[in-house]
């Protein structure tokens, strides 16, 4: 398989569960991105790893926690959200992190909504 | 703080119909400039890069250009494979990459 996979695409979750998102890339890429793409807003950074270190965290609460593994596997936690947290969640990679000017490869999404 | 604002927010073309987006900006010294197309179900996808004022760049029926304060996509003869959302980032001194909300664009046959 090629390029950037998210599972699963989809995900309904009650305030109260905790659920976890996967991405893996298989471009060989060293910068992995959390995104959340809400209608008609700009997409949103969230987390930005590089070498398997998180270099960027964008404010965002606590009740999203990323991991990142190894280069090629990156999560996404979640715990007790609220339904304004309902949205897509994008993940990305790039060959370096977002200081060498890159374009950015993109998975498909996870469509979450929070009931 | 980088701003982008992408107009028209939906455009609706007749098969054929050329026509234009457009993605201005404000950033502290621009690095780059991004367009990326996004298909109904799918993570945005790569298009072009712009890194100067004066830069074009083409893809088939697309063209990309850039000025000081704003960049144009211009579509020429679109066909209903064209329909999609068009997103704009600029990347600043800081690195960071802002993106805008987009432009939907919907071609009929």
């Known amino acids: 398989e090629t390029g950037v996979t998210q599972t699963p695409r989809h995900l309904v979750m009650g305030m109260t569960n905790k659920k976890s998102l996967k991405c893996e890339q298989h471009?060989?890429?060293?910068?992995m991105y959390w995104y959340k793409q809400s209608a008609k807003k700009p997409l949103e950074l969230m987390f930005v790893y590089s070498l398997e270190e998180r270099v960027e965290n964008n404010s965002v609460p606590s009740r999203f926690s990323p991991e990142c593994p190894n280069s090629s596997h990156l999560f996404l936690h979640l715990h007790t959200l609220q339904p304004e947290d309902s949205a897509l969640y994008l993940c990305?990679?790039?060959?370096?992190?977002?200081?060498?000017?890159?374009?950015?490869?993109f998975g498909s999404g996870t469509q979450l909504s929070v009931l | 703080e980088d701003q982008v604002t992408q107009s028209p927010e939906a455009l609706r073309l007749q098969e054929g119909e050329s026509s234009s987006l457009n993605c201005s900006y404000t950033?502290?010294?621009?690095?780059?400039l991004f367009w990326y197309r996004q298909d109904p179900g799918k993570g945005p996808e790569f298009l072009f890069t712009l890194y100067s004022a004066g830069e074009e760049k083409e893809k088939e029926r697309l063209k990309a250009t850039l000025t000081k304060k704003e960049s144009f996509l211009h579509i020429t003869a679109p066909k209903p494979e064209d329909s999609a959302t068009y997103l704009c980032a600029v990347q600043g001194n800081d690195y960071k990459l802002s993106f805008g909300a987009g432009t939907t664009v919907t071609v009929r046959a």
């Open positions: 471009l060989g890429h060293n910068a």
């Open positions: 990305a990679s790039s060959q370096e992190g977002l200081d060498q000017n890159e374009k950015l490869f």
């Open positions: 950033v502290s010294g621009l690095r780059g």
